[in-house]
């Protein structure tokens, strides 16, 4: 019998029905890029209220295109955690009464573990055990990971996730939002040597990551001190390219240098790549060249998979298994400390 997933942990309005091989049968997403454009970066409140907005429409058109009844499902499932507050509650209320609802029990899902779980959705061999890369909007995590569920948190970003320093430099140089895709576009006609910027924390011993002192290291590159007004700049098509593929250099050789270093510590024989920045070009080619170099396997989840989906929360597939149901009374946990 299949089930119901509910993603709404940010921007993003999701829900899909799966089957219990794990055959997607039904699958809507409603994105709220163009509600936060204007402000190059998510809001929160208008996030929530789009997300009350939109989540009745999305469950009831992912259910309609499996061309299931409520009375075939099997349970409902929803991400929890980590996430922003006012979102993951209107998910959570939808699973909560729907499921109250329809007599169906509650699964909960982690954001997170279930960007990795897109990785297994690729491939028909096991992906685990591995070391899993989340390289999202939120989170730069490296985890041991045994099982889709047995997750031991490595090390992590001490300031700004990859995703976020991509959506703030593509601010400062006024190409949009969400920044990545449009600064890794444009860092495709520039010379990632063109500026020298810091791989913060590269050769430290741990598996940890910061990317606050690259975005200022980029904001010093096309600004005086001082200078606050990013939309006045008047930089050339060539400066910008070039700033964007020096930045996305950066990025790239602390997360392939990290990743490839925690494989190696322990010993397994892939890497697993789940989360928006995921579908980065650079990023999935750099990451391919140290597996080919070092011998390790690598999936990275597929680019349809890369942001917030609901597809991924075929995991709670796993977590039913395992017989690990939530209670009516399920609350959300936003998670404001590292190592989920
Ligand atoms: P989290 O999963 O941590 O809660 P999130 O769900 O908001 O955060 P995702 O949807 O997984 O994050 O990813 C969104 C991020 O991915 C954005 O920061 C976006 O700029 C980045 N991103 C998307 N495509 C690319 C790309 N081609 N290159 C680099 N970054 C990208
Ligand atoms: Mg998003
Ligand atoms: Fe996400």
Not at 34 to 41: D, S
Not at 90 to 116: Q, R, S
Not at 271 to 277: E, N, Q, T
């Amino acid at each position: 019998m299949p089930i119901l997933t509910i993603e709404s942990t940010c921007d993003e309005t999701a829900a899909a029905v799966i089957n219990d091989d794990g055959t997607v049968l039904g699958e809507c997403i409603a994105t709220q890029e163009l509600l936060h454009e204007k402000f190059r970066g998510v809001v929160p409140e208008i996030a929530a209220r789009a997300h009350v907005e939109r989540i009745l429409p999305v469950i009831d058109t992912a259910i309609k295109k499996a061309g299931v009844k409520p009375s075939d499902l099997s349970a409902i499932a929803v991400a929890d955690r980590p996430g922003l507050a006012g979102s993951l509650l209107v998910g959570v209320v939808a699973a909560k009464a729907l499921a109250l609802a329809w007599n169906k029990p509650l699964v909960a899902i982690n954001h997170l573990h279930a960007h990795l779980y897109a990785c297994q959705l690729a491939v028909d061999v096991p992906v685990y055990p591995c070391i899993g890369l989340v390289v999202s909007g939120g989170h730069t995590s490296l985890y041991h990971c045994t099982s889709p569920l047995d997750l031991e948190y490595l090390g992590g970003t001490i300031d700004d996730a990859a995703g976020e320093a991509f959506d703030k430099v593509a601010a400062m140089l006024s190409l949009g939002f969400p920044g990545g895709p449009a600064v890794s576009a444009l860092a495709a006609s520039g010379n990632p040597k063109a500026y020298d910027f810091p791989r913060s924390m590269i050769h430290k011993p741990n598996f940890d990551f910061s990317f606050s002192g690259l975005k200022t290291a980029v904001r010093y590159a096309i600004v005086g001190p001082g200078q606050t007004d990013f939309s006045k700049l008047k930089l050339a098509d060539q400066t910008k390219a070039d700033v964007c593929a020096s930045f996305e250099a950066a990025v790239v050789d602390v997360l392939v240098n990290k990743s490839r270093k925690a494989v190696q510590k322990y010993d397994v024989k892939r890497l697993i790549v789940g989360g928006g920045v995921a579908a980065n070009r650079k990023l999935r080619d750099g990451l391919q060249s140290a597996a080919d170099s070092v011998g390790f396997d690598l999936t990275i989840a597929p680019m349809n998979l890369c942001t917030d989906n609901a597809v991924m929360g075929a995991i709670a597939l796993e977590k039913i298994k395992r017989g690990e149901f939530a209670s009516y009374d399920l609350d959300v946990t936003p998670g404001l400390q590292r190592g989920f």
